[in-house]
C-alpha cells in the first residue's frame, strides 16, 4: 500500500483477539444443548464473522427474547473461558503499540463492548484504542459496511474511507470493509485465500515489521 494510512483498525474475534476456536467450541456447546449440532467445518464455512442474529438467531431458529437469551448466555460463556489470562499475541500487542503510537487505533467488531474491554485491559492495551465499534454501536453488522462507515465519521479530522486501513480475518469482515470504501488487509488463519481475495492484500500474520511497512 502506497498511501501512508491515518488511521489503523482491528476486527476483534479471531484478528486481534486470538480466540476462534474459543468462539467455535461455545457455540459447538450451545447448540448442541439446543438440540442442532454444530461442526467446526459449519462454523469457519458458513458462521464465523456474521452477527449473532445470523449464528445464533439462524442455526437454531429462534428470535426475541429467545435469541436474546441465548446472546447473553453465549457473551457469559465467552467472558469465562478468557478469563485469567490474554488473548492477544505478544506480537499482536507490539503492533498496536507501534500504530498507536502513529495514528489513531480502533477495534470495530460485531461483539459487545462487555467482551472486548476485559480482553484488551488483560492485554495491557486499554487505553491505547481511540475508538470502539462494537455491535452495540450499529443496527446492521458485517458483512454489511455501517460499522466501518461509523468508524471513519467518528475519527473526524478529515478523515475519508481511504485513509483508513483495517485488518480482518472473515469474508464477512472484508466485504464490510471493503463495502464502506476502506483498505483491508485480511489475515490468514481458518480460512482459504480464495475467501479472502476481495482484500487489497492477504498476509499470514499482524506483526511490527508490517507495521513499520505501513506507517513508517
Known sequence: MSTRPRAIAF????????????????YEQLFAE????????????????????AIIGGWLGVTGKELAALVAERIKRYQEAVAGGSTVTPELRESVRY????????????AFR?????????????GLFAFLVTADDV???????ECYERLVRILGDG??????????????????????GVRCIAVRGTLPSDRLSRADEIVDLIDVGLMQRLLG
Open 114 to 126: 462487555e467482551e472486548i474491554e476485559p480482553v484488551l485491559d488483560a492485554a495491557g492495551l486499554d
Open 139 to 145: 443496527v446492521r453488522g458485517k458483512p454489511d459496511p
Open 11 to 26: 476486527d476483534f474475534n479471531g484478528t486481534l483477539s486470538d480466540d476462534e476456536q474459543i468462539m467455535c467450541a461455545i
Open 34 to 53: 439446543h438440540g442442532r449440532p454444530m461442526s467446526q467445518d459449519d462454523y469457519y464455512a458458513a458462521l464465523a464473522g456474521n452477527t449473532e442474529e
Open 99 to 110: 500504530a498507536a503510537a502513529r495514528v489513531p487505533v480502533a477495534v470495530v467488531s460485531g
Open 159 to 180: 478523515m475519508v474511507p481511504a485513509d483508513v486501513v483495517v485488518f480482518e480475518d472473515t469474508e464477512a469482515g472484508v466485504a464490510s470493509a471493503k463495502g464502506a
